[in-house]
């Protein structure tokens, strides 16, 4: 699911910053313009293609669409999920507006953090409903397809959507254990119904326990020429969005567009061959990320990457990645030897006082196995966050998180247990202040630490 995605996602960004659009042929590519032409459609076709076969999948398995699936209860190692966090409950909603607008409506959530997050078929998040985007009253919402003109109910906001499938991912903040009936009462607020029928068609989300793995990790890598066959029916489907209209005639020399079968050209069944492993070759080598302290992060996702090549990478392990302005993981897989993070040594993470990760929501670090999945321990703690109850600061302010096999010889309330082999950790703000999402403000290093 949502943050499921993202973590696999920071795991597998590098540190180099990726090539801007528009792309030329980097990784040795032939200098056929029309072979280079068709690298760039594979990669610029990269998040529709994906789209389109999460929807498949989604059909083949029953999926309700206009409504929102959610998860009730919050992350442990028992689901075998990669990467989920254990701060909110997950839902989602495939949103199809070929139709007609859908209306949104959402409770009061009494400064609960949430978020309803809204991707179009190319994988940008075009709009938010939450706690950082529209506060956390109750509101009234229209999701309109393109080109809607129309009346909207007294009071309702209008939010145009860039395509008419629309992916939704929500997220809702769990203070604590007794928290949870409450966090529920806010998920099952978030209903979804048809314009036409407003109020009264309104309907609330539907129990799903494990949504989580409603976006499996695609393998594109054998698609051949009949991936572009596939890219020309999404696109003329799901037209692109005016911000990524440009680049779009350059295709047809290599006779690829909406509509458009170029596998069925004998002359062209080569060149596209070729365009799938060049093209991948190219997502996996381009790196976003930027390393501080040890830690890796991605600061470059808007709400619209206008880069080809960076959009593939964000979302070639599905969509649903928050924009650096609602979130924010930064991500270490080694200690500060360089070598990879395993139960034989011990770490700690202190903070100074006074300098706690600037944030307007919450902050969370989680454990996971080499596997991604939350690993199971005597505490059954899986992270430690500004709501873990019983943390021990130091006099100045401190706060000093150990990450070790056994039981700290100081005691257990800033403990987060790590396993005997090899994991990895995920550091996740969300709603980050300016300081922490220009990059002012600096995650401290792992350090080595006494048991």
């Given at each position: 699911m949502a943050d499921a995605i993202s973590t696999r996602r920071d795991f597998v960004l590098g540190t180099a910053a990726?090539?801007?659009?528009?792309?030329?042929?980097?990784?040795?590519?032939?200098?056929?313009?029309?072979?280079?032409?068709?690298?760039?459609?594979?990669?610029?076709?990269f998040p529709l293609v994906l789209t389109g076969r999460y929807l498949d999948l989604a059909k083949r398995k029953g999926a309700v669409f206009n409504r929102f699936c959610v998860t009730p209860t919050l992350a442990t190692p028992a689901l075998n999920v990669a990467g989920p966090n254990v701060d909110t409950l997950y839902g989602y909603a495939w949103i199809d507006l070929a139709s007609g607008p859908l209306v949104l409506a959402v409770p009061d959530t009494h400064d609960r953090y949430y978020s309803i997050q809204f991707v179009d078929a190319y994988g940008n998040t075009f709009s938010y409903v939450?706690?950082?985007?529209?506060?956390?009253?109750?509101?009234?919402?229209?999701?309109?397809?393109?080109?809607w003109a129309g009346k909207l109910p007294d009071g309702a906001k209008q939010i145009p959507a860039t395509t008419s499938l629309v992916f939704s991912l929500t997220r809702?903040?769990?203070?604590?254990?007794?928290?949870?009936?409450?966090?529920?009462?806010?998920?099952?607020?978030?209903?979804?119904?048809?314009?036409?029928?407003?109020?009264?068609?309104?309907?609330?989300?539907?129990p799903q326990e494990n949504a989580l793995?409603?976006?499996?990790?695609?393998?594109?890598?054998?698609?051949?020429?009949?991936?572009?066959?596939?890219?020309?029916?999404?696109?003329?489907?799901?037209?692109?969005p005016s911000q990524d209209a440009d680049g779009?005639?350059?295709?047809?020399?290599?006779?690829?567009?909406?509509?458009?079968?170029?596998?069925?050209?004998?002359?062209?069944?080569?060149?596209?061959a070729k365009a799938?492993?060049?093209?991948?070759?190219?997502?996996?080598?381009?790196k976003l990320a930027t390393v501080v302290n040890g830690w890796s992060v991605n600061y470059k996702i808007t709400n619209f990457i206008r880069d080809p090549l960076e959009r593939a990478v964000v979302n070639q392990v599905g969509p649903g990645a928050h924009i650096a302005k609602e979130a924010l993981y930064f991500s270490a897989n080694g200690g500060p030897d360089g070598k990879p993070l395993g139960g034989h040594t011990a770490y700690k993470l202190t903070f100074p006082g006074g300098h706690l990760p600037p944030v307007d929501a919450f902050w969370s670090l989680t454990l996971y196995g080499p596997d991604y999945r939350l690993v199971e321990n005597p505490l059954k703690r899986y992270a430690i966050n500004d709501r873990t109850a019983g943390l021990a600061y130091g006099r100045d302010g401190s706060l000093s998180i150990q990450i070790q096999h056994a039981a700290p010889?100081?005691?257990?309330?800033?403990?987060?247990?790590?396993?005997e082999g090899p994991y990895k950790l995920l550091f996740r703000t969300y709603q980050p202040r300016p300081e922490l999402y220009d990059g002012t403000y600096k995650l401290p290093p792992l350090e080595v630490a006494s048991a």
């Amino acid at each position: 699911m949502a943050d499921a995605i993202s973590t696999r996602r920071d795991f597998v960004l590098g540190t180099a910053a990726a090539a801007a659009w528009p792309m030329t042929g980097a990784m040795g590519a032939t200098p056929d313009p029309h072979a280079l032409v068709a690298e760039d459609a594979f990669i610029w076709g990269f998040p529709l293609v994906l789209t389109g076969r999460y929807l498949d999948l989604a059909k083949r398995k029953g999926a309700v669409f206009n409504r929102f699936c959610v998860t009730p209860t919050l992350a442990t190692p028992a689901l075998n999920v990669a990467g989920p966090n254990v701060d909110t409950l997950y839902g989602y909603a495939w949103i199809d507006l070929a139709s007609g607008p859908l209306v949104l409506a959402v409770p009061d959530t009494h400064d609960r953090y949430y978020s309803i997050q809204f991707v179009d078929a190319y994988g940008n998040t075009f709009s938010y409903v939450g706690r950082r985007q529209t506060g956390t009253k109750a509101g009234v919402y229209v999701l309109t397809p393109p080109g809607w003109a129309g009346k909207l109910p007294d009071g309702a906001k209008q939010i145009p959507a860039t395509t008419s499938l629309v992916f939704s991912l929500t997220r809702t903040l769990v203070r604590g254990d007794k928290d949870l009936a409450a966090a529920q009462q806010a998920q099952q607020g978030f209903t979804l119904g048809p314009l036409a029928a407003y109020p009264h068609g309104q309907k609330q989300p539907i129990p799903q326990e494990n949504a989580l793995n409603v976006l499996p990790i695609l393998d594109l890598s054998k698609s051949g020429p009949a991936y572009f066959d596939e890219l020309g029916a999404l696109a003329k489907a799901y037209p692109p969005p005016s911000q990524d209209a440009d680049g779009v005639p350059r295709f047809a020399r290599a006779g690829i567009g909406a509509g458009l079968t170029p596998s069925r050209n004998p002359a062209l069944v080569s060149l596209l061959a070729k365009a799938v492993p060049g093209g991948l070759a190219r997502i996996h080598a381009a790196k976003l990320a930027t390393v501080v302290n040890g830690w890796s992060v991605n600061y470059k996702i808007t709400n619209f990457i206008r880069d080809p090549l960076e959009r593939a990478v964000v979302n070639q392990v599905g969509p649903g990645a928050h924009i650096a302005k609602e979130a924010l993981y930064f991500s270490a897989n080694g200690g500060p030897d360089g070598k990879p993070l395993g139960g034989h040594t011990a770490y700690k993470l202190t903070f100074p006082g006074g300098h706690l990760p600037p944030v307007d929501a919450f902050w969370s670090l989680t454990l996971y196995g080499p596997d991604y999945r939350l690993v199971e321990n005597p505490l059954k703690r899986y992270a430690i966050n500004d709501r873990t109850a019983g943390l021990a600061y130091g006099r100045d302010g401190s706060l000093s998180i150990q990450i070790q096999h056994a039981a700290p010889a100081a005691g257990q309330s800033n403990w987060l247990p790590a396993p005997e082999g090899p994991y990895k950790l995920l550091f996740r703000t969300y709603q980050p202040r300016p300081e922490l999402y220009d990059g002012t403000y600096k995650l401290p290093p792992l350090e080595v630490a006494s048991a």
